[in-house]
């Protein structure tokens, strides 16, 4: 690295011409007007952005700022609404904090979020990067914003060669040293959009990259490299079952979810354990086998048996209700369960 408030002015020349255009984002030249970014947005965003990429979130976005244009309308949405609109998104811990969080700055701050980091941050379900971001962003405080992007992007400008994670606390520090005081929201967006579209994973475009001349990695011709990460654990695998019961009137037989845990809150099949919340079939019935969900988790594989079956209206549970079809949609479901529908619903419409 060689002169670092050259490099702050590179990085934002660059993005002054090249800034993405996102539903949640003012762009620099209307920031440049005047125009302040509305706390709320930046800070949904960033919520929904969390190990999801740009292009998922944009219509969910969308969707739930149509819905709860502000942060009151947010707080007072139904539970089991939210938890609903966020299906497919995953990571569902996100959607609960989501609301414990609109919840509080509407009763302790009086439906204004904190204009600090250390404010934010002592918002529930708000972590470091978070706080940073809605700091730096929605009010422009120099906070040093760090995410995957922009530890890449880090990693290559000073050729720092220790594995991922163990370097992230020193990523961490030399993004502070290139975090300013002058447009820090800004800045912080335009490392994040230069990890995304030139400083990529593979193949990075060092060719059209603004800050080249002063990147060590380029130098030592290590860029593609970089950053280097430590091997991963293989993942253990679990199995699993659940059982879809689906009624002549096109009621499934669904349980919610305990809040904490897997799925959280969200509607879904009764399962048998592999997850720590289920237990023994919901009710006697005809099962047959509709076929094998697999699906990745962040800790684990699963490999989750779906069995299938039409029972009679008189049919009474051990476990969850019946939930017609103008209460719970397939799309309502978490991804998961959805693939588990899909298949259950296969295997009955073939009888």
Same mark, same amino acid.
């Given at each position: 690295?060689?002169?670092?408030?050259?490099?702050?002015?590179?990085?934002?020349?660059?993005?002054?011409?090249?800034?993405?255009?996102?539903?949640?984002?003012?762009?620099?030249? &209307?920031?440049?007007?005047?125009?302040?970014?509305?706390?709320?947005?930046? =800070?949904?965003?960033?919520?929904?952005?969390?190990?999801?990429?740009?292009?998922?979130?944009?219509?969910?976005?969308?969707?739930?700022?149509?819905?709860?244009?502000?942060?009151?309308?947010?707080?007072?949405?139904?539970?089991?609404?939210?938890?609903?609109?966020?299906?497919?998104?995953?990571?569902?811990?996100?959607?609960?904090?989501?609301?414990?969080?609109?919840?509080?700055?509407?009763?302790?701050?009086?439906?204004?979020? #904190?204009?600090?980091?250390?404010?934010?941050?002592?918002?529930?379900?708000?972590?470091?990067?978070?706080?940073?971001?809605?700091?730096?962003?929605?009010?422009?405080?120099?906070?040093?914003?760090?995410?995957?992007?922009?530890?890449?992007?880090?990693?290559?400008?000073?050729?720092?060669?220790?594995?991922?994670?163990?370097?992230?606390?020193?990523?961490?520090?030399?993004?502070?040293?290139?975090?300013?005081?002058?447009?820090?929201?800004?800045?912080?967006?335009?490392?994040?959009?230069?990890?995304?579209?030139?400083?990529? #994973?593979?193949?990075?475009?060092?060719?059209?990259?603004?800050?080249?001349?002063?990147?060590?990695?380029?130098?030592?011709?290590?860029?593609?490299?970089?950053?280097?990460?430590?091997?991963?654990?293989?993942?253990?695998?679990?199995?699993?079952?659940? =059982?879809?019961?689906?009624?002549?009137?096109?009621?499934?037989?669904?349980?919610?979810?305990?809040?904490?845990?897997?799925?959280?809150?969200?509607?879904?099949?009764?399962?048998?354990?592999?997850?720590?919340?289920?237990?023994?079939?919901?009710?006697?019935?005809? =099962?047959?086998?509709?076929?094998?969900?697999?699906?990745?988790?962040?800790?684990?594989?699963?490999?989750?048996?779906?069995?299938?079956?039409?029972?009679?209206?008189?049919?009474? #549970?051990?476990?969850?209700?019946?939930?017609?079809?103008?209460?719970?949609?397939?799309?309502?479901?978490?991804?998961?369960?959805?693939?588990?529908? &899909?298949?259950?619903?296969?295997?009955?419409?073939?009888?």
């Amino acid at each position: 690295m060689r002169d670092a408030t050259a490099t702050q002015a590179r990085l934002l020349a660059w993005y002054d011409t090249h800034a993405r255009v996102m539903p949640w984002r003012v762009g620099p030249a &209307d920031r440049a007007a005047g125009v302040r970014p509305d706390p709320y947005r930046v =800070w949904l965003s960033e919520v929904m952005l969390q190990q999801t990429t740009v292009a998922a979130v944009r219509g969910y976005f969308r969707r739930f700022t149509d819905l709860w244009p502000t942060v009151a309308d947010l707080a007072a949405a139904p539970d089991a609404q939210l938890m609903a609109e966020w299906a497919g998104l995953g990571y569902y811990a996100r959607a609960r904090n989501l609301l414990a969080c609109a919840r509080a700055v509407v009763a302790d701050h009086g439906g204004r979020f #904190p204009q600090t980091e250390a404010g934010l941050r002592a918002l529930p379900g708000v972590g470091p990067y978070t706080a940073a971001a809605v700091a730096a962003i929605a009010f422009d405080e120099p906070a040093v914003v760090v995410d995957g992007n922009v530890e890449r992007v880090m990693a290559r400008l000073f050729a720092v060669e220790t594995p991922l994670p163990a370097a992230r606390a020193d990523l961490r520090r030399l993004a502070g040293t290139l975090t300013p005081r002058h447009r820090p929201g800004d800045h912080a967006q335009a490392v994040m959009d230069l990890g995304a579209t030139i400083c990529t #994973p593979r193949k990075p475009v060092c060719a059209l990259c603004p800050v080249s001349a002063d990147c060590a990695a380029r130098d030592m011709g290590l860029a593609a490299d970089l950053p280097r990460k430590a091997p991963r654990a293989a993942r253990p695998e679990r199995q699993g079952t659940v =059982w879809a019961a689906l009624r002549a009137d096109g009621a499934w037989l669904l349980e919610t979810r305990p809040a904490r845990g897997l799925l959280g809150g969200m509607p879904g099949f009764p399962g048998d354990g592999w997850d720590g919340a289920g237990g023994p079939e919901p009710l006697p019935a005809p =099962w047959a086998e509709a076929g094998e969900v697999r699906h990745i988790f962040t800790h684990f594989h699963l490999r989750l048996r779906v069995l299938a079956a039409r029972v009679e209206p008189t049919a009474e #549970p051990r476990r969850g209700r019946f939930r017609p079809p103008d209460e719970v949609r397939p799309d309502d479901l978490p991804t998961l369960m959805r693939k588990a529908h &899909d298949l259950a619903l296969g295997e009955l419409s073939s009888r």
